[in-house]
Nanobody, 129 residues
Framework: QVQLVESGGGLVQPGGSLTLSCVGS????????IAWFRQAPGKEREGVAS????????????YYLDSVRGRFTISRDNAKNTVYLQVHSLNPEDTGVYYC??????????????????WGQGIQVTVSS
């Protein structure tokens, strides 16, 4: 049974930072494209960052939503079967439930929910003073 479990969310002041973790079980995350999505109240779920798989031994590729590029960093720790999302310079518009997801394909130009098969339960990130 595949499980993805997020952690590291919480309440943070504007300008602050967090590191979100996504730990996989029943799945080797390195063999899947992994993405982080977020969903704010009343809004659609949007992909904020993704990383390609290591199938074929290729270099990892990353995608970032324009509004987070330069502030968010996605990375892997294969020894821990974990993918991280480091988020910096947070602002209230970054508030939402953050989900990690695993899927078979990765794309340079977008990160769409329909491309991902396995999902975590989500974790709340609130940016507020």
């Amino acid at each position: 049974q595949v499980q993805l479990v997020e952690s590291g969310g919480g309440l943070v002041q504007p300008g602050g930072s967090l590191t979100l973790s996504c730990v996989g079980s029943g799945i080797t995350l390195d063999y899947s494209a992994i993405a982080w999505f977020r969903q704010a109240p009343g809004k659609e779920r949007e992909g904020v960052a993704s990383v390609s798989s290591n199938i074929g031994g290729d270099t990892y590729h990353t995608y970032y939503l324009d509004s987070v590029r330069g502030r968010f960093t996605i990375s892997r720790d294969n020894a821990k079967n974990t993918v991280y999302l480091q988020v910096h310079s947070l602002n209230p518009e970054d508030t939402g439930v953050y989900y990690c997801a695993a899927g078979p394909t990765w794309n340079y130009n977008y990160c769409r929910p329909g491309d991902f098969v396995h999902w975590g339960q989500g974790i709340q990130v609130t940016v507020s003073s």
